[in-house]
């Protein structure tokens, strides 16, 4: 599975949008962006996942750079709920190998 | 009620005891998961099983067993803890079909924080 790099901590001030950038500048072309993200020592939660068109849900968008090698989470209104540390993962497709690798991901910080 | 329950929620034990930690889920999923997390850092996987018959070791299985009783149930064991097994202890879930409409989305279940003196 391709390696990621995401920055150490971030700030945003609530009710503004939240940018969470992710390099993973050696993904294969069959692997996909997932963002989990993790609140206060919680289980770990699914926030969003795409390949290569960007992707949005209730929760968040997923910007994909056209060369993939880079993406960006959106949370296009912060809450001071979404104060938590955010994982970028890139894998392959569900053949048999579920292992998900977590880094050390991006701590957000929502500011009041 | 939770999906993915988890229990004890917190344990401390001392050296040289064997724990069991047990994990059960509602979800109906046939793979389930054991992971650790040492403070500051990512999860790391110990065992993996895809069903009742299937359990496969992951980066970090050494000084651990599993059991996996039943489709609902994967146990981790400890046979003789030792003070760097002190961690956070995630059970997560997932479903192969893809049921949920994402492949590789993993449920976690809420977390035991394990202390060994």
């Known amino acids: 599975d391709a390696k990621t790099t995401q920055p150490t901590s971030m700030d945003c001030a609530e009710g503004r949008a939240a940018n969470l950038p992710c390099n993973h500048s050696t993904i294969s072309g069959n692997e996909y962006v997932y963002w989990y993200r993790q609140i206060h020592s919680q289980g770990p939660q699914y926030i969003i996942h795409?390949?290569?068109n960007n992707e949005t849900n209730e929760m968040a968008s997923l910007i994909i750079t056209e060369d993939r090698k880079s993406s960006t989470l959106i949370l296009p209104h912060a809450t001071l709920r979404d104060t938590a540390v955010y994982y970028c993962i890139v894998r392959g497709p569900n053949f048999g190998n579920e292992k998900l690798t977590f880094g050390t991901g991006t701590r957000l910080t929502i500011i009041p | 009620d939770a999906d993915v329950t988890q229990t004890p929620r917190n344990r401390i034990t001392k050296t040289g005891k064997r724990i069991m930690l047990e994990c059960s889920q509602t979800k109906g999923h046939d793979r389930m998961y054991w992971y650790r997390q040492d403070p500051g850092l990512g999860l790391r996987l110990i065992y993996y099983s895809f069903d009742v018959k299937d359990i496969n070791k992951g980066e970090i299985s050494d000084g651990y067993s599993v059991s996996r009783q039943a489709q609902a149930k994967f146990s981790l064991s400890l046979e003789s803890a030792i003070p760097n097994q002190t961690a956070l202890y995630f059970c997560?879930?997932?479903?192969?079909?893809?049921?949920?409409?994402?492949?590789?989305?993993?449920?976690f279940g809420p977390g035991t924080r394990l202390t060994v003196l």
């Open positions: 997560a879930t997932s479903d192969p079909r893809g049921t949920s409409g994402v492949y590789n989305e993993q449920f």
């Open positions: 795409g390949l290569k």
